[in-house]
């Protein structure tokens, strides 16, 4: 089928939306019809070249939708499920997976860097015929998608399909690993580097395990609103005060965990001064493959502190997004203020300078139903 979808050919080049061919899905694969696909900043950093999935490609890792058709031997899926689409697709059989951590399974991994499915193969090529990689399985800036069964996760249909997207990316992202990694306790302090749609989903988190204080913490004034909407008790303008002594003197000589959420050395650096004694630095935003970070060697032995990394919030996909479907119904992680703004793919160049400037607040999403 043809589909209109927004593809990367070039790094640090304009997206072209063009129409190009999607195959059926093959063996325990399904048809999606796309409804809402959020921007997420490692799209962004995909576009500039900081990481790389595959060119060229369909962009796009944070939808949902409904299944329109399902391949041969798919048993748990069925046309009208909405589901949301994982970026990480758990092979079940590879050391990782077999001891619990599907998160950081190999195979997945080497497959979404190929920009392929499971069966090393692309669904989707150009109007000339030439391949396009999948953006880590999913593709989701495309009318419609096709995606494993394992990465396609249902949900409950009365979630808002555009809450929905979240749920495979920044909110679960944030969420587990307040989680999941910090294990952050009542009263303990938190402060978060970024207030984009992970670093709010980490405040969301902080606030549901009733941190005190939150500090949220940004170059950007116009994020204090919202931070604190989402449960931050004080926030910090990094471009024009130090973060550390702030913090230092709010939480009574240092934060017991401070979040790192957008993929800056600096920022790194400044949470790593910032934790009290036995603090934890959990670092998730991605940086290029060659950043390094100076970090005070003395305090993380002496005040026995930890660095840890995460990705995807430590999340079990099966069985924790029905479970955030469930927590979001209930108004907890407030996934409908998140949205700010709805765009449709034509704009998607307009979208990508308003993040290349700190311009987005909260999250923007593609809705397809724009323009229909
Ligand atoms: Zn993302
Ligand atoms: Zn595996």
């Keep these: 089928m043809k589909v209109k979808a927004a593809v990367l050919r070039e790094f640090n080049k304009p997206v072209s939306v063009e129409e190009v061919n999607l195959a059926p899905p093959k063996e325990k694969e399904v048809l999606v019809k796309t409804a809402y696909t959020g921007f997420c900043h490692s799209d962004l950093g995909f576009i500039i070249g900081k990481v790389n999935f595959g060119l060229p490609g369909v962009l796009g890792h944070e939808a949902a939708g409904v299944v329109e058709d399902v391949g041969p031997g798919v048993t748990s899926l069925k046309k009208g499920d909405h589901v949301v689409t994982a970026w990480m697709v758990p092979c079940g059989t590879c050391p990782e997976c077999v001891t619990g951590q599907g998160y950081i399974c190999r195979k997945s991994v080497e497959l979404f860097m190929k920009g392929v499915l499971l069966d090393g193969t692309s669904r989707l090529t150009d109007s000339k015929g030439r ?17 494993p069964e394992a990465g396609a996760i249902k949900v409950r249909d009365d979630l808002p399909l555009d809450q929905a997207c ?5 909110m679960p992202t944030g969420v587990g ?23 709010l989903n980490v405040v969301r988190g902080a606030k ?12 950007e004034g116009s994020k204090e609103a919202i931070a604190r909407e989402f449960g931050a008790t004080h926030f910090i303008l990094s471009s024009k005060q130090d973060p550390v002594p702030m913090i230092q003197e709010l939480t009574g000589g240092g934060a017991n965990y401070c979040f790192e959420v957008t993929g800056d050395p600096g920022a790194a650096t400044q949470a790593s001064w910032a934790l009290g004694l ?12 060659t950043t390094l970070v100076g970090l005070p060697l003395t305090f993380f032995a002496g005040h026995c502190l ?3 990394g995460v990705t995807y919030g430590k999340i079990h996909t099966h069985v924790d997004i029905p479970r955030f479907a ?10 409908d203020k998140l949205i700010t703004k709805k765009f449709k793919l034509e704009e998607i160049n307009d979208v990508v300078e308003a993040l290349k400037s700190r311009q987005i607040i909260g999250r923007w ?7 229909k």
């Design 131 to 147: 391949m396009l990689c999948h953006q880590t399985y999913v593709s989701g800036f495309a009318e419609y998608m096709v995606v």
């Design 166 to 170: 979240f749920l495979g990316c920044c």
């Design 177 to 199: 690993a307040v989680y999941n990694v910090a294990g952050v306790k009542p009263g303990e302090s938190v402060a978060i580097w970024g207030m984009g749609g992970v670093g």
């Design 208 to 219: 549901l395990r009733s941190a005190n204080p939150i500090i949220g913490v940004d170059l």
């Design 278 to 289: 036995g603090g934890k630095l959990i670092q998730i935003g991605i940086a290029p493959p």
């Design 306 to 308: 930890e660095l840890r």
């Design 326 to 335: 469930d927590m979001a119904m209930k108004g907890d992680l407030m996934l």
């Design 365 to 371: 999403v593609c809705d397809w139903k724009i323009g």
